[in-house]
């Protein structure tokens, strides 16, 4: 029970977060909104005006006696083929004889109905004018009337002459009999035929009762309640009602448009969608940009501004969240990767995490496993004095990359961490995966001790997937403006294939430029995009003023 009462929480979250997602595709609802008001409005304006008149007719039957209770003729009605009678070509003839029109014309403007439960046929008739409307209906419903009457006089007519074809050899019967009984003298022979005589006049008598009967009936075929009129104005909807019709119409057209989009849209349109493609919790998200830079200078990787405070508290809380993951409790070895394009985002991710987890008393070693483009060192402060004794191994010194260089880092009144930047090397696999390398990762077995590492986009080079079976937490960085669904399954199947596993991820938005498009703007001569947020602590020194790491700097 209370797993289905899961699923359907389930079932109305996503229906929910869905309804959200449609409702911010507010360009596409607004155009599908305007293109009905603009429709319904042309139809209004646009359309030529048409007029109807209707006209009502009650149908009766011949009767000798309209007065009389109890059983009528004009229950034997079916009003059904009366509406077919009143549809018929002959009397569509009739009325467009009567007013001088096509014949076909005057078959489609014609619409017949039956109210329910009655005896009434409704005749409606739309022209260009209301003169012209209320003359058709006028004339068909003559036209039906005078088919009607006629057809029973007809009926009428054809009946007397059956009865009188019967009448005329009884009364020329009658009549030789009247000579017969005058010649004869036999009172015997006169008696036969005066009784002969007698039920001849009976069934004479009862022939011209039947005739009379017919004669006598009322063959008005119907009465017309209500006579065709010219219509004061056209039919049809208004301007109004047709301007809520077609801003209704366009409204679920808009919706329809911003549901597709939203269905066909590659990239994920809300955290949920990030979850569900990365199999991992979102940890955190962002703030946006701080304001108005510089587009040509690179923004610091530490807090400052007027954002400092809401940036750090997100990047504690993301800290916080890793920090009582079981996973990473385990190993406290974290990878901070970025799907695609810069890892300047990225940067910042894992400057921050690394100054948050300083601010909660570990020892913190960042290392930066971008040796295509490395960067760190020239935008990070460095501090002075004291290092942890784990980051002045001086075993690290042999050879190449990581060996050769550690710099403190300085966040401020909340601590420092140890920096090992990347340097070019002519073989990156080769020197990620080496055994310096190794060691200097394992260094995290240390009680109290976390890792972070900085590596390169995962879907541009394999540099993090070399990583990933030694620093098996791996944090993906990414905007859901800007990457693709598939590209997050795709990194998380690269990540779990690769031994690793996805902790979770931290979203983040590219700041507006000020024609109101979003962009991430880029560094001087690096052609690198700069990040878009900073770590908590005090406010430090331009990038462009920190100290430039050498090449080759041995540890002291």
């Keep these: 029970m209370s797993g289905e009462l899961l699923d359907d929480g389930e079932e109305v979250d996503l229906v929910r977060d869905q309804v959200r997602q449609i409702v911010r595709y507010k360009r596409l609802i607004a155009a599908g909104l305007v293109v009905g008001v603009v429709g319904g409005a042309y139809l209004a304006l646009g359309g030529t005006d048409t007029y109807a008149a209707s006209s009502s007719v009650m149908v009766r039957a011949a009767t000798a006696d309209p007065f009389a209770a109890g059983a009528t003729p004009d229950k034997g009605i079916d009003i059904g ?57 006028n004339a068909f419903t003559a036209a039906y009337l005078g088919s009607r009457e ?54 004479i008598t009862e022939l011209n009762g039947d005739i009379s009967g017919l004669r006598a009936l009322d063959t008005t075929p119907g009465t017309v309640i209500k006579p065709g009129t010219v219509p004061d104005a056209p039919t049809g909807p208004g301007l109004g009602l047709m301007l809520g019709l077609g801003a209704a119409v366009g409204l679920a057209l808009g919706l329809l448009a911003a549901w597709l989009r939203l269905v066909f849209d590659p990239r994920p349109r809300s955290a949920g969608e990030v979850t569900r493609a990365m199999g991992a919790p979102v940890l ?61 985002t990225a940067a910042a991710v894992a400057v921050n995490l690394s100054a948050s987890f300083a601010e909660m008393g570990k020892e913190v070693l960042l290392v930066e496993a971008d ?46 961490f140890d920096l090992v930047p990347g340097r070019r090397v002519p073989n990156v696999a080769r020197a990620l995966t080496s055994g310096q390398a190794g060691r200097l990762f394992a260094e995290a077995d240390d009680p109290g001790t976390v890792v972070v ?69 880029r560094r001087l001569g690096g052609g690198r995009r700069t990040a878009t947020a900073a770590a908590p602590g005090r406010t430090h020194r331009a990038a462009q003023d920190a100290p430039t790491a050498p090449e080759h700097h041995p540890v002291p």
């Design 81 to 137: 083929t009366e509406r077919q009678s009143a549809m018929s070509t002959s009397v569509a003839e009739a009325a467009a004889k009567a007013v001088k029109q096509p014949v076909t014309k005057l078959q489609h403007c014609l619409q017949v109905t039956n109210p329910p439960n009655t005896l009434v046929l409704r005749f409606t008739c739309t022209a260009a004018n209301g003169k012209d409307a209320a003359a058709w209906v």
């Design 150 to 203: 006629s057809a029973t006089k007809a009926t009428i007519a054809k009946m007397v002459k059956g009865y009188q074809d019967q009448l005329d050899p009884l009364v020329k019967q009658r009549n030789e009999l009247l000579d017969q009984i005058d010649a004869t003298k036999d009172s015997q022979v006169v008696g036969t035929l005066v009784s002969v005589q007698t039920n001849l006049l009976s069934r």
């Design 284 to 344: 955190g998200t962002l703030p946006h940009g701080r304001g108005r830079h510089d587009l040509q200078a690179p923004q610091p990787l530490l807090a400052e501004g007027h954002m400092a405070g809401r940036l750090a508290e997100e990047y504690r809380a993301i800290a916080f969240r890793l920090s009582h993951d079981r996973r990473f409790a385990e190993r406290r070895r974290l990878l901070v990767v970025e799907p695609r394009g810069s890892s300047d």
């Design 371 to 416: 040796l295509r483009t490395p960067s760190l060192s020239a935008r990070l402060r460095s501090a002075e004095g004291h290092r942890p004794s784990w980051a002045r191994n001086a075993s690290l010194a042999e050879g190449g990359w990581p060996a050769g260089l550690q710099l403190p880092v300085d966040t401020g009144g909340y601590g420092s």
């Design 453 to 521: 590492v900085l590596a390169p986009p995962l879907l541009s080079y394999a540099d993090a997937l070399a990583l990933a079976d030694r620093v098996d937490g791996v944090v993906v960085v990414c905007d859901p403006a800007e990457v693709r669904r598939e590209d997050l399954v795709r990194v998380r199947e690269l990540v779990d294939g690769a031994g690793g596993a996805v902790l979770g991820a931290v979203l983040h938005r590219a700041p507006a430029a000020p024609g109101g498009s979003r962009f991430l703007p």
